[in-house]
């Protein structure tokens, strides 16, 4: 039901939403621009590791933001440093926020640098659902350099978690960043090739051992133990991490450490970061390792501890 518009008018008046929504046009602006470069910062400096995440989206999740707005925030903020001109477009209203969001992976892409104008004067007239699909298409082909098929999906809560964490695979092993549908092509590939599981099959080393040797290299079948004792998860007691895990040392390369399973712990960004800094104790051996804080305390959700399998690492 409508209200009459006099009666708006008096609402207006009366407790000067209106005046305070105008005033607080800018000062919106304002602040989104400063946030934007502030996410864009802990985005470069990788930050979030620091913080327990494994993308910004996530430090803005645990920090009160919604994983999209701080995805947004580090767009725009990475667009602004490419761009400073945008500023006064964003912060007089000529383009909004969320458009320049939409658009900052073309304003950002080395083969539109030519065109940024036009994609520009299309943030600020067009709407954002045509924006985006626009958006979509062309960096899609720019990819491709071929048309592409738009396919839509649903899936489940559940399937996205589970493309998430295969995509996070696949990427690890391509070794270079894939799109959605790239992923999807690159994982329906590897099941008709019989690879379904992705996981290297256990075989027999190529690489001597690395014992003497000063070699760098971790040789596959070690990388292949050493995630199979955890079932591809951070070896730390009660993480549950999978995605973008890493090699530890044990014993130091430097110092003589081996790239042996027996010297190397998957580790989690967020506790690889803490054990490098010292933060994080390792004791014991590779296989039954014992973790402890910088103080000397086991951390909770060892072996035999009751409780304290909670979520992750903030050890
Ligand atoms: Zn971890």
């Known amino acids: 039901m409508a209200i009459p518009k006099n009666q708006v008018d008096r609402a207006w008046r009366e407790d000067g939403a209106h005046e305070a929504i105008l005033a607080g046009r800018r000062e919106k602006r304002t602040l989104e621009v400063r946030l934007a470069r502030q996410f864009l910062a802990v985005e470069r400096s990788a930050h979030f590791v620091y913080e327990s995440c494994v993308s910004v989206a996530e430090y803005g999740a645990r920090f009160g933001y919604s994983p999209q707005e701080a995805k947004a925030l580090a767009s725009v903020g990475a667009v602004l440093e490419a761009m400073p001109d945008l500023e006064a477009a964003l912060l007089d209203g000529r383009l909004t926020f969320d458009a320049v969001d939409v658009v900052s992976k073309i304003l950002l892409h080395p083969a539109f640098t030519g065109v940024r104008g036009n994609w520009l004067k299309l943030a600020e007239g067009g709407d954002l659902r045509s924006l985006r699909t626009a958006v979509r298409k062309a960096l899609a082909e720019e990819e491709a350099k071929q048309a592409l098929v738009p396919k839509t999906i649903y899936m489940t809560p559940e399937g996205e978690q589970t493309f998430f964490e295969a995509r996070c695979k696949a990427i690890r092993f391509v070794g270079h960043s894939m799109s959605e549908g790239e992923t999807v092509e690159f994982l329906s590939q590897k099941w008709l090739d019989g690879d379904g599981d992705g996981e290297p099959k256990p075989g027999k080393r190529r690489l001597p051992p690395t014992k003497a040797g000063d070699s760098r290299y971790v040789p596959a079948e070690v990388k292949r133990q050493v995630r199979a004792r955890t079932h591809g998860k951070c070896a730390v007691w009660g993480c549950w991490r999978r995605a973008f895990t890493q090699l530890a040392h044990l014993f130091p390369h ?62």
């Open 254 to 315: 430097q110092d003589g450490g081996n790239q042996e399973a027996e010297n190397t712990a998957l580790l989690c960004p967020r506790h690889h970061a803490l054990y490098d800094k010292g933060l994080l104790i390792i004791e014991g051996t590779a296989e039954n390792p014992i973790f402890k804080d910088v103080k000397g305390n086991l951390l909770p959700g060892g072996p035999g501890s009751t409780g304290g399998t909670g979520p992750p690492g903030d050890g």
